[in-house]
């Protein structure tokens, strides 16, 4: 048992340790690979321009961007952080900040909740024209930290930065990290193995049910799954990134991935909203739209008929009974709303 777990070890370095050794080259990659996308037309809104920088982190705050994003080593400096920031005020507007913040752009609207805020930063973000590679969205008491899953060569960089070579590197459709309340890095490991036999480790995982603290969103998928619902925002702010996850789920299943060797906290725990009266029924609406906004040929699918079957149990299916747990992981996949329908669709 301690060789086999010596060999897993050994392996997850190795395998890190290449993905360390091919991040620079993708840090500077002028554009990626652009794919056929049938005929299915992307938005030209949030097309990556070559010379701009690869990420925009968007968040709100009470006033200006905290402490704990203000650092080198996060995102409040513009020499070690190849980004742009866009923070939305929601109590005071930011009219003294701190720092080397050439980078930083301040909104300020008192009258948002989390999703419209949030909505609020997706616009102005994507109306930056050519746009980014990657829309990054975090809470303002967002910490990034190692965890046990992490090589000792990876150390050697920021946590921010690791996350930020891993999504060129990788480029999912979703990125998102380790999170110790929901489905983080060792439940998605433990669940692959029970619904799917799969014991090989991985620092990269498929994940489904994934929270909102840090969701990176790729250009060619953030105006599929964008702007998030708000028609709920006054009952409960958790519901509200549900409909999202199951966007993600029905379009792009496989295509949400996690790295495991970076957690995301939120230390602060802000109170919100969250009236579960008729949550149901939220679900429900939510697989309903989703269904009514997909190509009328893959409307009967089966993946559909099976969603709408567990509409009233949405998070019992997102969080056991999905099969994308067992999918196995790629690089630089095509991104394509319901790709995977369309090719078996096209088979007959």
């Given at each position: 048992?301690?060789?086999?777990?010596?060999?897993?070890?050994?392996?997850?370095h190795?395998?890190?340790?290449?993905?360390?050794?091919?991040?620079?080259?993708?840090l500077?990659q002028a554009?990626?690979k652009?794919?056929?996308?049938?005929?299915?037309?992307?938005?030209?809104?949030?097309?990556?321009?070559?010379?701009?920088?690869?990420f925009?982190?968007?968040?709100?705050?009470?006033?200006?961007l905290?402490?704990?994003?203000a650092?080198?080593?996060?995102?409040?400096?513009?020499?070690?952080?190849?980004?742009?920031?866009m923070?939305?005020?929601?109590?005071r507007?930011c009219?003294?900040?701190?720092?080397?913040?050439?980078?930083?752009?301040?909104l300020?609207d008192?009258k948002t909740?989390?999703a419209?805020?949030?909505?609020?930063?997706?616009f102005?973000?994507i109306?930056r024209?050519?746009?980014?590679h990657?829309y990054?969205?975090?809470n303002?008491d967002t910490?990034?930290?190692?965890n046990q899953?992490?090589?000792v060569?990876?150390?050697?960089?920021?946590?921010?930065?690791?996350?930020?070579?891993?999504l060129?590197?990788?480029?999912?459709?979703?990125?998102?990290l380790?999170?110790?309340?929901?489905n983080?890095a060792s439940?998605v490991l433990?669940?692959?193995?029970?619904?799917?036999g799969?014991?090989?480790?991985?620092l990269v995982?498929?994940?489904?049910f994934?929270?909102?603290?840090?969701?990176?969103?790729?250009?060619?998928a953030?105006?599929?799954?964008?702007?998030?619902?708000t028609?709920y925002?006054r009952?409960?702010?958790?519901?509200?990134?549900?409909q999202t996850?199951t966007?993600?789920e029905?379009?792009f299943?496989?295509?949400?991935?996690?790295?495991?060797p970076?957690t995301a906290g939120?230390?602060?725990?802000?109170?919100?909203?969250?009236?579960r009266?008729?949550l149901?029924k939220?679900?429900?609406?939510?697989?309903e739209?989703?269904?009514?906004?997909?190509?009328p040929?893959?409307?009967?699918?089966a993946?559909f008929k099976?969603?709408?079957?567990?509409r009233?149990?949405?998070?019992?299916?997102?969080?056991?009974?999905s099969?994308?747990?067992c999918?196995?992981v790629s690089?630089?996949?095509?991104?394509?709303?319901?790709?995977?329908?369309?090719?078996?669709?096209?088979i007959f």
């Amino acid at each position: 048992m301690i060789a086999l777990s010596s060999v897993i070890i050994i392996g997850m370095h190795l395998y890190a340790s290449e993905i360390y050794d091919n991040w620079n080259k993708f840090l500077h990659q002028a554009e990626v690979k652009s794919y056929n996308e049938t005929n299915l037309e992307l938005s030209k809104t949030a097309q990556r321009r070559t010379d701009a920088k690869p990420f925009i982190y968007l968040t709100g705050t009470e006033q200006c961007l905290p402490h704990n994003l203000a650092t080198s080593d996060q995102i409040g400096d513009p020499k070690t952080c190849a980004c742009d920031v866009m923070v939305l005020s929601f109590r005071r507007e930011c009219l003294t900040p701190q720092g080397n913040v050439s980078h930083i752009s301040y909104l300020f609207d008192p009258k948002t909740g989390w999703a419209s805020a949030r909505n609020v930063l997706f616009f102005a973000a994507i109306k930056r024209r050519p746009g980014y590679h990657y829309y990054i969205f975090i809470n303002d008491d967002t910490v990034l930290r190692y965890n046990q899953f992490t090589p000792v060569n990876m150390r050697a960089i920021s946590p921010f930065r690791a996350v930020e070579k891993w999504l060129l590197d990788y480029e999912p459709a979703v990125g998102v990290l380790d999170y110790t309340v929901h489905n983080g890095a060792s439940v998605v490991l433990k669940r692959r193995e029970k619904k799917c036999g799969i014991k090989t480790k991985s620092l990269v995982l498929p994940t489904v049910f994934f929270d909102a603290i840090f969701n990176a969103f790729h250009h060619k998928a953030v105006e599929h799954l964008l702007p998030y619902p708000t028609q709920y925002e006054r009952h409960n702010w958790y519901c509200i990134n549900i409909q999202t996850v199951t966007q993600v789920e029905m379009k792009f299943p496989g295509q949400a991935l996690l790295f495991a060797p970076v957690t995301a906290g939120n230390p602060i725990h802000r109170p919100y909203k969250r009236n579960r009266t008729g949550l149901s029924k939220i679900w429900g609406e939510y697989v309903e739209g989703i269904i009514e906004d997909a190509p009328p040929k893959l409307r009967e699918h089966a993946v559909f008929k099976t969603i709408r079957k567990y509409r009233l149990r949405l998070l019992g299916y997102l969080n056991n009974l999905s099969r994308t747990f067992c999918l196995n992981v790629s690089q630089h996949q095509p991104i394509i709303p319901y790709k995977h329908l369309l090719d078996e669709v096209s088979i007959f």
